[in-house]
Structures are given as C-alpha cells and as structure tokens.
C-alpha cells in the first residue's frame, strides 16, 4: 500500500507547525470511516452468499473487485496527475462521496455482475482517498514522518475491520444494516474531509507514472529487492484479511456463536493500527529494513501456526489471530517509504504506481485461490499456510538491501 511521498527527506518541521497533530488526528478518523466501505461486503459474506445464492468463486470475486478497482483507479490518477489537478482535500471528499454511493446501491440487490461492477467502482473511488492521504500528511511531517505515515495506514486498517465490527452488533438484524452503515460513515469522511484536511508547509512536486520508465526502475537492484519484499508482504495480507472471517467461523463453529467470529475478525484486522504505529516509530529509530523484515518473519509464523491452533483451544487461534493481525500491517508504509528514498527523483512517480499495480494485482490471485484450496484440502484448517512463504522471501529481501551500499540512504542513514 503505497503513499506519494517525493519531499525532501533532509528538511527539518519548522515550529509554526503546531496544528500538525490535529490535523492528523482528523485525517486518520476521516480514512476510518471512508474506508469501511472496502469489505463491507465481506463483512457480510456468508449472509450474501446465502441470500443471493453465491458460488465461492463469486464470492472471492466481491472482494476482488474492490482490489482491481483500486489498481485501475490509483494508476489512472498517476497518469493524468489527478492529485495536482484537484486540491487534496476536494479530491478525497468526492471520492468518499462517490464510494459511500456506489456502496449503498448493493442494496438494490442487483445480480452477481452488478454487484461485483459496484465493488469495482468503490476499489476505483477509495484510490482516491488513501494515496492522498498519504501524500497530505507527509505535507506535515519530516521529523516523525514513520509516525504519521504509520498511522494513516492504522486508520486504513481499522476502518477495513469496522465492518465485521458493524456485522457483530448488528448480528439480529439484516446485513443491509451493515452496507448502510458503512456508507453513511464514508459520507462522514466526505464532509471531514473537505472542511478539515488541509495541506501542510512542505509540499511534494510531481510524482506521475511514466511507462517509458518502467525499464529503469526494474533494472534497479535496490528498488527490485524492495518491491520482492512489497509482494511478499501483499501475498499475504489482503487475503488474510479477506478470508479470515470464514476461517474463524468455522474453527469456533460449535464453541462459540456465529457473531463471535465477526467480533473476533474485527479485533484481530483492526490490532493493526497499533502494528502500524509500532512499525512507524520502529523504524524511524531502528531502520526500515530491520522492522520490516522483523515484523514479516513474526507474520509467516502466525500464518504457519494458526492452523495448528485450528482444533486447539480457541483462546490460541485467537490470540495468534490478533498477533498476526499487529504484524501482518505494519511494515505496510515502510515499502513505499523506501522507494521514495531509493528511487531517482526522475521517476519515483512510475517506481511507486509500478510497485502498488503488481501488488495489488497480486491479492487478485491469492484471493482468489484461497477458497480453492480450502475447497480441495476439504477444510478450511490450512489454506494459510500457503500465505507464509511472501512474508518469509520478503524477509529475506530486505535483509539483502540491509547490505547494499544504497540502503545508507534509508530513513536518514537508518537502515
């Protein structure tokens, strides 16, 4: 998950800057309520499943289209420069606007191709909305800018986990509850956003995607170990996050009540915003590629081990659930930090779109394979497993740039 970040690294916060915090306090509420609209149909995937009559194949695709949507949407923005064509905060008010719409028409209830079409355009509408974000905060901040960088994408991750948390209160109620509910929190951030969210003192130039660079930037052997240790990182976390509502129900199926499954998902996705923050602060004082490898090898261990826990004691599941949870996202604003720091200047823009494109093109795929090994396992105990080897290869990747001459240039010589 990348942000836009092309300042420069060596300028200092100046003073006068005092109102920096709570702007982004602001900020983090806005994209936790605009994001709920990610998987709020995942939140509801076995009430949809059954109320239209779903394949799993369909149902992986809900979640999908929101993945394919966000792809295509931040990398048309790059390619005409969306974000300095419309100020910030106008841009990311209309997207929440336009995500909260989109969102709400699933209660229409309109055929499977429709409903993965509104998916779709909600993935496009919050591509407007988080590398912004991203961009905004970074306006500032310098010093702590791990920091805040951390907890935008905490926001980004509690409100990913508000649905299941929507879907556990609202557990006697109809599902449309939780659909309406999300988009009147993204219609919340619309407003946050537009009267709220204003840049900071130190603004970024240009950062567009140019094809004519995509050479350069796979030739680059530091920025080709960052982007392994990016994938690693993306093989893993979206389908965590999308599949691990059905896992816990039925490891607890028969131990504990259905809506317990959703509360649990909700606490482990949304332990991230402390993995986040703990990933920020940790590598503006330790490096970015000793806290990114460190937090992926707890994360495949958790993907190794939780299906162990699978008929075990359910508080064991649990807590590896939480634990993986903190770990599996925070090193997620690390991998584009450092293509900001190790990409030439002249096109980090296309390193950065290049970067988050394969990713997320990647969560495509192991989305959409994970039902298909729960399928032919006949259980779903041990579909995570086969999500342990990103973390692990990526791992492996940044310790690799730890012992590149480049990595100096990590974090202010913090490697």
Same mark, same amino acid.
């Given at each position: 998950?990348?942000?836009?970040?092309?300042?420069?690294?060596? &300028?200092?916060?100046?003073?006068?800057?005092?109102?920096?915090?709570?702007?982004?306090?602001?900020?983090?509420?806005?994209?936790?309520?605009?994001?709920?609209?990610?998987?709020?149909?995942?939140?509801?995937?076995?009430? #949809?499943?059954?109320?239209?009559?779903?394949?799993?194949?369909?149902?992986?695709?809900?979640?999908?289209?929101?993945?394919?949507?966000?792809?295509?949407?931040?990398?048309?923005?790059?390619?005409?420069?969306?974000?300095?064509?419309?100020?910030?905060?106008?841009?990311?008010?209309?997207?929440?606007?336009?995500? &909260?719409?989109?969102?709400?028409?699933?209660?229409?209830?309109?055929?499977?191709?429709?409903?993965?079409?509104?998916?779709?355009?909600?993935?496009?509408?919050?591509?407007?909305?988080?590398?912004?974000?991203?961009?905004?905060?970074?306006?500032?901040?310098?010093?702590?800018?791990?920091?805040?960088?951390?907890?935008?994408?905490?926001?980004? !991750?509690?409100?990913?986990?508000?649905?299941?948390?929507?879907?556990?209160? !609202?557990?006697?109620?109809?599902?449309?509850?939780?659909?309406? #509910?999300?988009?009147?929190?993204? #219609?919340?951030?619309?407003?946050?956003?537009?009267?709220?969210?204003?840049?900071?003192?130190?603004?970024?130039?240009?950062?567009?995607?140019?094809?004519?660079?995509?050479?350069?930037?796979?030739?680059?052997?530091?920025?080709?170990?960052?982007?392994?240790?990016?994938?690693?990182?993306?093989?893993?976390?979206?389908?965590?996050?999308?599949?691990?509502?059905?896992?816990?129900?039925?490891?607890?199926?028969?131990?504990?009540?259905?809506?317990?499954?959703? #509360?649990? !998902?909700?606490?482990?996705?949304?332990?991230?915003?402390?993995?986040?923050?703990?990933?920020?602060?940790?590598?503006?004082?330790?490096?970015? !590629?000793?806290?990114?490898?460190?937090?992926?090898?707890?994360?495949?261990?958790?993907?190794?081990?939780?299906?162990? &826990?699978?008929?075990?004691?359910?508080?064991?599941?649990?807590?590896?659930?939480?634990?993986?949870?903190?770990?599996?996202?925070?090193?997620?604003?690390?991998?584009?930090?450092?293509?900001?720091?190790?990409?030439?200047?002249?096109?980090?823009?296309?390193?950065?779109?290049?970067?988050?494109?394969?990713?997320?093109?990647?969560?495509?795929?192991?989305?959409?394979?994970?039902?298909?090994?729960?399928?032919?396992?006949?259980?779903?105990?041990?579909?995570?497993?086969?999500?342990?080897?990103?973390?692990?290869?990526? &791992?492996?990747?940044?310790?690799?740039?730890?012992?590149?001459?480049?990595?100096?240039?990590?974090?202010?010589?913090?490697?």
């Amino acid at each position: 998950m990348p942000d836009i970040d092309t300042g420069d690294p060596h &300028a200092v916060d100046r003073p006068a800057n005092t109102n920096r915090w709570s702007v982004l306090i602001i900020l983090c509420i806005s994209v936790v309520l605009s994001m709920t609209t990610w998987f709020s149909a995942t939140a509801v995937t076995p009430e #949809l499943k059954a109320a239209w009559q779903l394949s799993d194949s369909t149902v992986a695709w809900l979640t999908n289209g929101v993945q394919i949507g966000f792809v295509t949407g931040a990398l048309l923005a790059s390619l005409v420069n969306l974000p300095d064509i419309i100020r910030l905060n106008r841009l990311m008010a209309a997207a929440s606007v336009l995500a &909260a719409g989109v969102n709400v028409l699933l209660l229409l209830e309109p055929s499977p191709i429709g409903a993965i079409a509104c998916r779709f355009a909600t993935g496009m509408a919050l591509a407007a909305v988080y590398p912004p974000a991203m961009k905004l905060v970074s306006t500032w901040f310098v010093r702590n800018r791990g920091f805040a960088l951390g907890a935008v994408v905490g926001a980004l !991750t509690l409100g990913s986990s508000m649905p299941h948390l929507f879907r556990t209160i !609202t557990e006697h109620i109809d599902w449309q509850l939780v659909i309406g #509910l999300s988009s009147a929190a993204s #219609l919340i951030a619309g407003l946050c956003f537009l009267l709220f969210a204003r840049e900071g003192r130190y603004p970024f130039g240009k950062a567009v995607f140019d094809p004519r660079q995509i050479g350069r930037v796979l030739r680059d052997r530091d920025l080709f170990l960052v982007n392994v240790g990016y994938f690693g990182h993306m093989w893993e976390l979206y389908a965590m996050w999308a599949w691990l509502l059905i896992f816990m129900r039925t490891a607890a199926e028969g131990t504990l009540p259905p809506n317990m499954a959703s #509360l649990i !998902t909700f606490v482990a996705i949304a332990a991230g915003l402390f993995g986040c923050v703990a990933g920020g602060l940790l590598s503006d004082r330790f490096g970015r !590629t000793a806290t990114t490898a460190g937090l992926m090898i707890v994360s495949g261990l958790c993907a190794l081990l939780i299906g162990f &826990a699978f008929s075990g004691p359910i508080w064991l599941t649990i807590l590896i659930a939480i634990v993986w949870g903190m770990a599996i996202v925070g090193d997620s604003p690390l991998f584009s930090a450092a293509v900001t720091e190790l990409a030439d200047r002249d096109f980090v823009g296309t390193a950065l779109s290049l970067q988050m494109g394969l990713g997320f093109a990647l969560t495509v795929f192991v989305i959409w394979l994970m039902p298909h090994i729960a399928a032919w396992l006949g259980s779903w105990q041990w579909p995570f497993v086969i999500l342990a080897p990103g973390p692990f290869i990526g &791992a492996w990747a940044m310790m690799a740039l730890r012992r590149s001459p480049a990595a100096v240039r990590l974090a202010g010589g913090r490697r």
